[in-house]
């Protein structure tokens, strides 16, 4: 029930592209949803994040869907360029007193020029 | 502002050896958190201070490994002895959340630790 199951685990995109990644949870005490983005050799870094009071967040060219109902996130990335190139992981926590993130198991994304 | 430094980033050495990873995060953040990163295994919370203070541990593997944080600028990861199955990049993280709103954690750049 702690898991988060993220699809797919690589994704190719040409440039322009819209790339869609997805993740599912079951735990419906999760009230925190973030994604992280990961370059070769750095740390994950926070991307965008959704609470599941609301169905869509949207940052620039990034955007989070969540569908409560189903249990499951996505994170959609417009206009895909090779500088997103990373890994991508989704991640949720609940409120256990402190940010006790499940992370997914990661996308490596490939956006070809 | 400096981010979370993590040192040393690369750490090659024989099984059976003490391994001593060490963080400083990000001057004025309260949280502090320990990651394992693995293929196997993804991305595995060990261990979580709140003000110098370890709160949940549940993720630490076993006996072998210790985490201390002496000081609100510095905490250290201690596998001793040390089995090349602990071969991962260990992460540190750290944020000003405790239980309230969800800040951001800030994550370091990794120790790269292969245990032969």
């Known amino acids: 029930q702690q898991q988060v199951k993220q699809s797919p685990q690589s994704l190719i995109v040409q440039k322009g592209g819209i790339s869609i990644i997805n993740c599912a949870y079951e735990?419906?005490?999760?009230?925190?949803f973030p994604w992280y983005q990961q370059f070769p050799g750095k740390g994950p870094a926070l991307l965008i994040a959704?609470?599941?009071?609301?169905s869509e967040k949207k940052e620039g060219r990034f955007t989070i869907s969540f569908n409560k109902s189903a249990k499951q996130f996505s994170l959609h990335i417009m206009d895909s360029q090779p500088g997103d190139s990373a890994t991508y992981f989704c991640a949720a926590s609940m409120n256990t007193g402190f940010q006790k993130l499940v992370f997914g198991t990661g996308t490596r994304l490939l956006v070809s020029p | 502002d400096a981010g979370v430094i993590q040192s040393p980033r690369h750490e090659v050495t024989e099984m059976g050896q003490e391994v001593t990873l060490r963080c400083k995060p990000i001057s004025g953040h309260n949280s502090l958190f320990w990651y394992r990163q693995t293929m196997m295994r993804g991305l595995e919370l060990l261990i979580y201070f709140n003000n110098n203070v370890p709160i949940d541990d549940s993720g630490m593997p076993e006996d072998r490994f210790s985490a201390k944080m002496p000081n609100a600028s510095f905490s250290t990861l201690k596998i001793q002895p040390s089995e090349p199955r602990d071969s991962a990049v260990y992460f540190c993280a750290s944020t000003t959340d405790w239980g309230i709103g969800n800040q951001p954690q800030h994550f370091g750049d990794g120790t790269r630790l292969s245990i032969l």
């Open positions: 735990n419906t005490a999760f009230d925190y």
């Open positions: 959704i609470r599941p009071d609301v």
